[in-house]
């Protein structure tokens, strides 16, 4: 019968595991060297002083005073933030769906207006096959 372990049993288990890591230091720490443990000693030190900087940082946001209220920065962004922040790509692929679909419809209307210039004219069919008909398609029709 296989046993399903349970949230509790895990956080037991790593609570049993730090206690056993702690108790390891701490006995190997009482043998090193002076000098190193005071590197060691200095070197916590700044590292507490940093994550506490870094958690006051965190927890009170920045303010900048504005002439008329106050703006504050660093605050959770809200869900209206986010949309908003996406609003500015959603406008350029709209802009750039909108060109595109643009050069397409002038391109389109390019060739229309050549196909009608050929239906139009009397031309004979060997005119087609003539080397010169491409210049003669580029230059402008009275």
Do not use: C, N
């Not at 060297?33 to 507490?48: G, K, M, N, T, Y």
């Not at 958690?55 to 209220?69: E, M």
């Amino acid at each position: 019968m296989t046993k399903t372990r349970l949230p509790q049993d895990a956080e037991a288990l790593e609570i049993r595991f730090a206690s056993r890591l702690a108790a390891g230091l701490t006995e190997r720490a009482a043998a090193t060297p002076h000098d190193i443990s005071e590197r060691l000693r200095f070197a916590r030190e700044q590292a507490l002083a940093r994550a506490r900087e870094s958690r006051q940082a965190q927890a009170a946001p920045a303010v900048l005073s504005t002439g008329r209220g106050a703006a504050v920065l660093g605050a959770p962004a809200t869900w209206w933030h986010r949309a908003a922040s996406v609003l500015p790509l959603l406008v350029l692929a709209a802009g750039l769906l909108l060109i595109s679909e643009r050069v397409a419809h002038e391109q389109v209307e390019a060739a229309a207006e050549i196909d009608a210039v050929l239906l139009a004219d009397d031309l004979p069919p060997e005119a087609y096959s003539d080397p010169g008909f491409a210049e003669y398609l580029k230059s402008p029709q009275p």
